[in-house]
Nanobody, 115 residues
Framework: QVQLVESGGGLVQPGGSLRLSCVAS????????MGWYRQAPGGQRELVAVITRSDSLTYAAFVKGRFTIARDNAKNTVYLQMNSLKPEDTAVYYCYARISANYYWGQGTQVTVSS
């Protein structure tokens, strides 16, 4: 059973930064891919960023140039560095891991961007 634990969310002013962390119960190199989704109130869950086992990166258009996904294999952790945050980035951010066709999810961490 894969367990993912997120941390790093919180309240930040517009233009500020946060770094989310997702610690996996096993080796992150065992996953086909890891990444982040987010879900705003009343909205659907949407992809934010993905990093594959081969280090291929994918970003949603709305975060390109502002967010960076990275992986620390030794710490079994994936990070999401979020800069230049906007009020529309307010959402619950979920870490996920994929092994073939199976997806595993963390519990989510709230990010609120407000002055």
């Amino acid at each position: 059973q894969v367990q993912l634990v997120e941390s790093g969310g919180g309240l930040v002013q517009p233009g500020g930064s946060l770094r989310l962390s997702c610690v996996a119960s096993g080796s992150v190199l065992s996953f086909t891919a890891m990444g982040w989704y987010r879900q705003a109130p009343g909205g659907q869950r949407e992809l934010v960023a993905v990093i594959t086992r081969s280090d291929s990166l994918t970003y949603a258009a709305f975060v390109k140039g502002r967010f960076t996904i990275a992986r620390d294999n030794a710490k079994n952790t994936v990070y999401l560095q979020m800069n230049s945050l906007k009020p529309e980035d307010t959402a619950v951010y979920y870490c996920y891991a994929r092994i073939s066709a199976n997806y595993y999810w963390g519990q989510g961490t709230q990010v609120t961007v407000s002055s």
